[in-house]
């Protein structure tokens, strides 16, 4: 097929479906000069974006919907044809779930997407990929979308992962460190590099590859980045074993530049709608594909991860003596990760819920989270503030590392709780500052819990200034 003058020199963007990875492309296309259509099915989410309303939290981007829907340069839709009538490059956005019971994505909604453009389209057209997708998904969409266009119609597919990060993303947008292009001709190409060409400009590495590639590359990042943060997971175990502190070993690794501080922090583990996911339907393409050494070596990283919540669980009830039916428990923290409100298979918010299970009466905060944590698990308490949350409770844990949450003076906090004792499961606080205020603080393999005062005891002001 040939794409040859299928673009003008300033193509007219389509982006299906508006959910954190669509609203966030379409956003920052607008952004980045071009005018843009996306449509989504739900009616009532894209009412809500055209009246410039961001149905998640992530910062910068409710600002780029509201000035680019205000100056007409982004409009939403739900009806496809008028996409397909308007649109030049048409981005695939949608999501691909964990299957089922099984480990697999779900890439049912990535088919029906491109059916559904293929079958109104009126003129040749290059559909991009930017969901994340099990290897070879490319090759069985072109057949897909081959069998619904109209006759005398090319349509070429091409992959264009997303590297966003939740909390960053229209930076990793508008200002990515790569950009993969899977394409499998030379006008696919161009016309991507076009469509980049201001990200390009400002610096942008480009790897241009075939769509195979180009869907492993995603995949196989986050798989990486989960097996770094595992890896310093079971660094934590060995340095509790050894009376070692994991904190100073990652920082000193870490100055390894082949390795690099990223990723490295032990502690309550990984979550959120990529990671997990992503890992699993690695292990289930391996699997298919009959590559057992990838398959078993990803499998432990998702065991060890799975592990990490029932050892916070485990230590919470450890510290309440053994039990902690009728024991009033502080949740900081229900998103998955600072930056977003996202609590999709969230550590924090599994923790919270285990302990409820156990008994406990746990009350959850989370500055951003609480809304969307409360729709997931409307049996916990939820708090306002981190002070309210901690009233009168015998153990805090910190689930998330938000800003505000870490910055808690431990003093001033002293005053609403039952006992001054505080579970740092993301290793985010400074045990010494808590300690000489009195409070008991475990985290999990630092060497600095070790010795601590009982719980209870108080210093003066005078030696917390020493």
């Given at each position: 097929?040939?794409?040859?003058?299928?673009?003008?020199?300033?193509?007219?963007?389509?982006?299906?479906?508006?959910?954190?990875?669509?609203?966030?492309?379409?956003?920052?296309?607008a952004?980045?000069?071009?005018?843009?259509v996306?449509?989504?099915?739900?009616?009532?989410?894209?009412?809500?974006?055209?009246?410039?309303?961001?149905?998640?939290?992530?910062?910068a981007?409710?600002?780029?919907?509201?000035?680019?829907?205000?100056?007409?340069?982004?409009?939403?839709?739900?009806?496809?044809?008028?996409?397909?009538?308007?649109?030049d490059?048409?981005?695939?956005?949608?999501g691909?779930?964990?299957?089922?019971?099984?480990?697999?994505?779900?890439?049912?909604?990535?088919?029906?997407?491109?059916?559904?453009?293929?079958?109104?389209?009126?003129?040749?057209?290059?559909?991009?990929?930017?969901?994340?997708?099990?290897?070879?998904?490319?090759?069985?969409?072109v057949?897909?979308?081959?069998?619904?266009?109209?006759?005398?119609?090319?349509?070429?597919?091409?992959?264009?992962?997303?590297?966003?990060r939740?909390?960053?993303?229209?930076?990793?947008?508008?200002?990515?460190?790569?950009?993969?292009?899977?394409?499998?001709?030379?006008?696919?190409?161009?016309?991507?590099r076009?469509?980049?060409?201001?990200?390009?400009?400002?610096?942008?590495?480009?790897?241009?590859?075939?769509?195979?590639?180009a869907?492993?590359?995603?995949?196989?990042?986050?798989?990486?980045?989960a097996?770094?943060?595992?890896?310093?997971?079971?660094?934590?175990?060995?340095?509790?074993?050894?009376?070692?502190?994991?904190?100073?070993?990652?920082?000193?690794?870490?100055?390894?530049?082949?390795?690099?501080?990223?990723?490295?922090?032990?502690?309550?583990?990984?979550?959120?709608?990529?990671?997990?996911?992503?890992?699993?339907?690695?292990?289930?393409?391996?699997?298919?594909?009959?590559?057992?050494?990838?398959?078993?070596?990803?499998?432990?990283?998702?065991?060890?991860?799975?592990?990490?919540?029932?050892?916070?669980?485990?230590?919470?009830?450890?510290?309440?003596?053994?039990?902690?039916?009728?024991?009033?428990?502080?949740?900081?923290?229900?998103?998955?990760?600072?930056?977003?409100?996202?609590?999709?298979?969230?550590?924090?918010?599994?923790?919270?819920?285990?302990?409820?299970?156990?008994?406990?009466?746990?009350?959850?905060?989370?500055?951003?989270?609480?809304?969307?944590?409360?729709?997931?698990?409307p049996?916990?308490?939820?708090?306002?503030?981190?002070?309210?949350?901690?009233r009168?409770?015998?153990?805090?844990?910190?689930?998330?590392?938000?800003?505000?949450?870490?910055?808690?003076?431990?003093?001033?906090?002293?005053?609403?709780?039952?006992?001054?004792?505080?579970l740092?499961?993301?290793?985010?606080?400074?045990?010494?500052?808590?300690?000489?205020?009195?409070?008991?603080?475990?985290?999990?393999?630092?060497?600095?819990?070790?010795?601590?005062?009982?719980?209870?005891?108080?210093?003066?002001?005078?030696?917390?200034?020493?």
């Amino acid at each position: 097929m040939t794409l040859d003058g299928m673009a003008p020199l300033e193509p007219v963007i389509g982006v299906i479906g508006t959910g954190y990875l669509g609203t966030t492309h379409a956003a920052c296309m607008a952004e980045l000069g071009f005018d843009v259509v996306a449509q989504d099915q739900s009616p009532e989410r894209v009412a809500r974006l055209a009246a410039g309303e961001l149905p998640f939290y992530e910062p910068a981007l409710a600002e780029l919907v509201r000035r680019h829907t205000a100056s007409g340069r982004l409009r939403f839709t739900h009806d496809v044809a008028d996409l397909a009538a308007v649109a030049d490059v048409h981005f695939l956005c949608v999501g691909t779930p964990q299957a089922g019971e099984g480990m697999a994505a779900d890439t049912s909604q990535v088919f029906a997407a491109a059916e559904a453009l293929a079958a109104c389209l009126e003129r040749d057209a290059l559909i991009v990929g930017k969901s994340t997708v099990p290897v070879g998904t490319t090759e069985a969409l072109v057949a897909a979308v081959t069998r619904r266009a109209a006759p005398g119609i090319d349509v070429e597919v091409a992959w264009n992962p997303e590297f966003l990060r939740e909390g960053h993303a229209v930076d990793d947008t508008l200002r990515p460190d790569r950009l993969v292009l899977g394409v499998s001709s030379a006008e696919a190409e161009k016309i991507l590099r076009q469509v980049y060409v201001d990200v390009i400009r400002d610096g942008a590495a480009v790897v241009v590859t075939d769509p195979a590639t180009a869907e492993l590359v995603k995949v196989a990042a986050n798989a990486f980045l989960a097996t770094k943060i595992t890896f310093a997971n079971l660094m934590g175990e060995l340095c509790e074993a050894a009376g070692a502190d994991v904190t100073t070993l990652a920082e000193s690794i870490g100055l390894d530049p082949r390795i690099g501080h990223q990723f490295l922090g032990a502690g309550l583990g990984f979550g959120g709608g990529c990671l997990p996911k992503d890992l699993r339907a690695l292990i289930a393409r391996a699997d298919e594909l009959g590559v057992g050494h990838a398959r078993r070596l990803l499998g432990v990283v998702d065991e060890v991860n799975e592990s990490q919540r029932t050892r916070t669980v485990e230590t919470a009830v450890e510290l309440c003596g053994g039990s902690v039916a009728g024991v009033r428990i502080a949740a900081l923290g229900a998103a998955f990760k600072p930056g977003t409100d996202d609590v999709r298979d969230s550590p924090s918010l599994a923790v919270a819920a285990r302990l409820r299970d156990l008994g406990a009466t746990v009350t959850v905060h989370d500055p951003h989270a609480n809304d969307n944590a409360r729709a997931a698990e409307p049996d916990l308490c939820f708090a306002a503030t981190a002070e309210d949350a901690c009233r009168d409770a015998s153990l805090v844990v910190l689930l998330t590392e938000w800003e505000e949450l870490v910055r808690l003076d431990p003093r001033e906090l002293s005053a609403y709780v039952a006992v001054p004792r505080m579970l740092d499961a993301r290793n985010a606080l400074d045990p010494q500052r808590w300690q000489l205020a009195g409070w008991e603080h475990r985290g999990f393999g630092r060497s600095s819990d070790r010795a601590q005062p009982s719980a209870g005891s108080r210093v003066s002001e005078m030696e917390l200034m020493q």
